[in-house]
């Protein structure tokens, strides 16, 4: 018989950086390593590390821009069977203004970027990523909301 903790919840935690244009146009980024799937910019929390300063090393790391997030968007509760568990971060990062000129890929990890609008993020995402940032970008006015899967819970239970 285990152990109470061996019931506890061990989750993988990433966390992303939302920029939006004044056109409402998200910023996506090309993983070298994917073929046609695109992502926002961001990553796996390390250990010790908090879900906003992981998102601050990660705009550093792929798009060489020291970026404070701004605020929570969205906590996006997402297991899946190959991760298990998983709670994914969405911050706001704000308008890129003049720091988009600054954007440097380093073409290993990242070889495109493309602003892409909110009714064609189905074209270049994976599911789940295109729900949450459905969801986030049309929640976002009301604060940050938690998502089950990419959907307000409500939603989840429904399907």
């Known amino acids: 018989m285990g152990s109470p903790e061996d019931t506890y919840a061990t989750p993988r935690v990433a966390a992303g950086a939302l920029f939006v244009d004044d056109r409402g146009r998200v910023l996506l980024v090309h993983p070298t390593y994917k073929d046609d799937t695109w992502e926002i910019p961001g990553g796996t929390v390390e250990s010790g590390e908090s879900p906003a300063a992981a998102c601050r090393r990660e705009i550093r790391e792929e798009l060489n821009l020291d970026r404070e997030p701004q605020r929570l968007i969205a906590v996006d509760w997402a297991p899946n069977e190959r991760d298990g568990d998983k709670l994914l971060f969405l ?66 239970a429904a399907r």
Do not use: K, M
Request: glycine share 8%; net charge negative.
């Open 91 to 156: 911050f706001d990062c704000g308008p890129l203004g003049e720091d988009e000129t600054r954007i440097i890929l380093n073409g290993e990890e990242l070889d495109r970027r493309e602003w892409v609008d909110a009714d064609d993020l189905d074209d270049y995402l994976i599911p789940r990523l295109s729900r949450r940032l459905r969801s986030a970008l049309q929640f976002a006015r009301a604060g940050s909301t938690y998502l089950e899967h990419g959907l307000p819970p409500v939603a989840t």
